[in-house]
């Protein structure tokens, strides 16, 4: 005769922390190495927790036999655990006693889906620190030459080849598949049904989310520089922490809104190449780091913080400034999409260009059969608490986690053409 095994929190737990792992998308291309940083703490985790990771140092290369020293000059990134997510639930005896593929299926399941959803749109959530954007606003990406567009970007940024994704949206997803031959449909669509991937395109493994979020542009309108912005006011010194920068604009119109996320340029201000400093042939794109609104004078003025700040020579460089130019004061900018825009972001990136850090939660003091589950850096802890009322067995699954956009220069944000 069959019996069935009374379900512990252990198992409830390695059945949660496996549904939770395969259900999760964007976590599983963005970098998870700083784990390791806080399982150097012993009694369990606590939200609040930071850490900081180095920024990668630059140097500019002499060309002589005289030796010239360089300052080491390294900046930081705060990474913070900060982040609580649960789902709780409540089985009857009764249900305690049914095979866990049968409870899995039913409830474990479904919750973890809602759970490593959250997880996925907390990620998602990092294009609003990307300053690059490729593409036409508003326009999904139809064809190959519209995704190339992304690796392409990332290739003149000097980004790694390795460890490349790109998360694009359904649409997106669906309009660039219906644009490829049969056979890399054929391919494509086995690993989209499975997992959400398209597989690898152009070097880059590229995967489908519902989890892709939209943005929407503030209301304001082509703008100018409204102060002195020459080359001596900012050094990497004084943002090497936050690597932002405040600059005052004005023609925003009256009372306008600025979202954070919105990505501008600067007339007569190009991008360079991070490596060689060679100038590139399109402008600089900076980024909007907090919402924001113009003034009620005529002009529309604004305070507006942005990303990454303008560094004009030396080993940090990141802008080049057409010759003969030397102040920015009156220079035309100019915004990604129109006044209210909404475009999907999707993304394509270096693994390092986000972190992802999930730990386990103390067992806390007092709690019977307290189970904490991993696998490959995805936590969950598990508590039951019995009502003997009503003979039912409530549990409660938590995660704690947090992550960064670490290094935003290595990833682009992507629309299309069509």
Same mark, same amino acid.
Do not use: C
């Given at each position: 005769?069959?019996?069935?095994?009374?379900?512990?929190?252990?198992?409830?737990?390695?059945?949660?922390?496996?549904?939770?792992?395969?259900?999760?998308?964007?976590?599983?291309?963005?970098?998870?190495?700083?784990?390791?940083?806080?399982?150097?703490?012993?009694?369990?985790?606590?939200? #609040?927790?930071?850490?900081?990771?180095?920024?990668?140092?630059?140097?500019?290369?002499?060309?002589?036999?005289?030796?010239?020293?360089?300052?080491?000059?390294?900046?930081?990134?705060?990474?913070?655990?900060?982040? @609580?997510?649960?789902?709780?639930?409540?089985?009857?005896?009764?249900?305690?006693?049914?095979?866990? #593929?049968?409870? !899995?299926?039913?409830?474990?399941?479904?919750?973890?889906?809602?759970?490593?959803?959250?997880? =996925?749109?907390?990620?998602?959530?990092?294009?609003?620190?990307?300053?690059?954007?490729? #593409?036409?606003?508003?326009?999904?990406?139809?064809?190959?030459?519209?995704?190339?567009?992304?690796?392409?970007?990332? =290739?003149?940024?000097?980004?790694?080849?390795?460890?490349?994704?790109?998360?694009?949206?359904?649409?997106?997803?669906?309009?660039?598949?219906?644009?490829?031959? !049969?056979?890399?449909?054929?391919?494509?669509?086995?690993?989209?049904?499975?997992?959400?991937?398209?597989?690898?395109?152009?070097?880059?493994?590229?995967?489908?989310?519902?989890? +892709?979020?939209?943005?929407?542009?503030?209301? @304001?309108?082509?703008?100018?520089?409204?102060?002195?912005?020459?080359?001596?006011?900012?050094?990497?010194?004084?943002?090497?922490?936050?690597?932002?920068?405040?600059?005052?604009?004005?023609?925003?119109?009256?009372?306008?809104?600025?979202?954070?996320? =919105? /990505?501008?340029?600067?007339?007569?201000?190009?991008?360079?190449?991070?490596?060689?400093?060679?100038?590139?042939?399109?402008?600089?794109?900076?980024? /909007?780091?907090?919402?924001?609104?113009?003034?009620?004078?005529?002009?529309?003025?604004?305070?507006?913080?942005?990303?990454?700040?303008?560094?004009?020579?030396?080993?940090?460089?990141?802008?080049?400034?057409?010759?003969?130019?030397?102040?920015?004061?009156?220079?035309?900018?100019?915004?990604?999409?129109?006044? !209210?825009?909404?475009?999907?972001?999707?993304?394509?990136?270096?693994?390092?260009?986000?972190?992802?850090?999930?730990?386990?939660?103390?067992?806390?003091?007092?709690?019977?059969?307290?189970? @904490?589950?991993?696998?490959?850096?995805?936590?969950?802890?598990?508590?039951? +608490?019995?009502?003997?009322?009503?003979?039912?067995?409530?549990?409660?699954?938590?995660?704690?986690?947090?992550?960064?956009?670490? =290094?935003?220069?290595?990833?682009? @944000?992507?629309?299309?053409?069509?």
């Amino acid at each position: 005769m069959a019996t069935n095994t009374t379900l512990t929190a252990d198992i409830i737990a390695r059945e949660a922390l496996m549904h939770l792992d395969n259900n999760l998308v964007f976590a599983k291309q963005v970098y998870r190495g700083y784990e390791n940083e806080f399982a150097k703490k012993v009694n369990g985790y606590e939200v #609040g927790e930071t850490i900081s990771i180095r920024r990668p140092t630059d140097f500019t290369v002499r060309t002589n036999a005289t030796m010239a020293t360089q300052d080491v000059t390294e900046g930081k990134v705060a990474l913070t655990v900060n982040q @609580r997510r649960g789902v709780d639930f409540e089985f009857t005896s009764q249900d305690l006693t049914l095979k866990i #593929g049968e409870l !899995g299926e039913r409830v474990i399941k479904p919750a973890m889906i809602q759970l490593a959803n959250s997880v =996925d749109t907390f990620l998602a959530g990092m294009y609003s620190s990307v300053p690059n954007w490729v #593409g036409t606003s508003t326009k999904k990406i139809g064809s190959y030459a519209d995704f190339a567009k992304a690796p392409e970007r990332l =290739d003149e940024m000097a980004v790694p080849q390795d460890t490349r994704s790109a998360v694009l949206s359904p649409s997106d997803h669906w309009a660039l598949l219906g644009s490829q031959t !049969g056979l890399f449909i054929q391919d494509a669509a086995k690993g989209a049904y499975r997992k959400g991937s398209l597989g690898e395109i152009g070097g880059v493994d590229t995967f489908m989310s519902q989890n +892709v979020l939209t943005h929407t542009s503030g209301d @304001r309108t082509n703008a100018a520089i409204d102060q002195t912005l020459t080359s001596a006011t900012t050094t990497y010194s004084a943002v090497k922490d936050s690597m932002t920068q405040t600059i005052h604009m004005d023609g925003l119109g009256t009372t306008k809104t600025i979202k954070k996320g =919105d /990505v501008f340029t600067i007339a007569d201000v190009y991008a360079v190449n991070p490596v060689t400093k060679a100038p590139l042939p399109f402008l600089k794109q900076f980024v /909007v780091m907090s919402d924001t609104s113009s003034d009620a004078v005529t002009t529309g003025d604004a305070d507006i913080t942005i990303y990454p700040a303008l560094i004009w020579s030396g080993a940090f460089q990141n802008v080049a400034v057409k010759a003969g130019v030397t102040d920015l004061n009156d220079k035309v900018v100019t915004w990604f999409g129109a006044a !209210g825009d909404q475009n999907r972001q999707n993304l394509v990136f270096h693994k390092n260009a986000f972190a992802l850090v999930m730990v386990p939660l103390v067992k806390p003091p007092g709690a019977v059969d307290v189970s @904490r589950q991993s696998y490959k850096g995805t936590s969950v802890r598990v508590i039951p +608490v019995y009502d003997g009322t009503n003979d039912v067995s409530k549990w409660r699954l938590d995660i704690l986690f947090g992550g960064g956009a670490i =290094d935003p220069r290595l990833a682009t @944000r992507i629309s299309g053409s069509v």
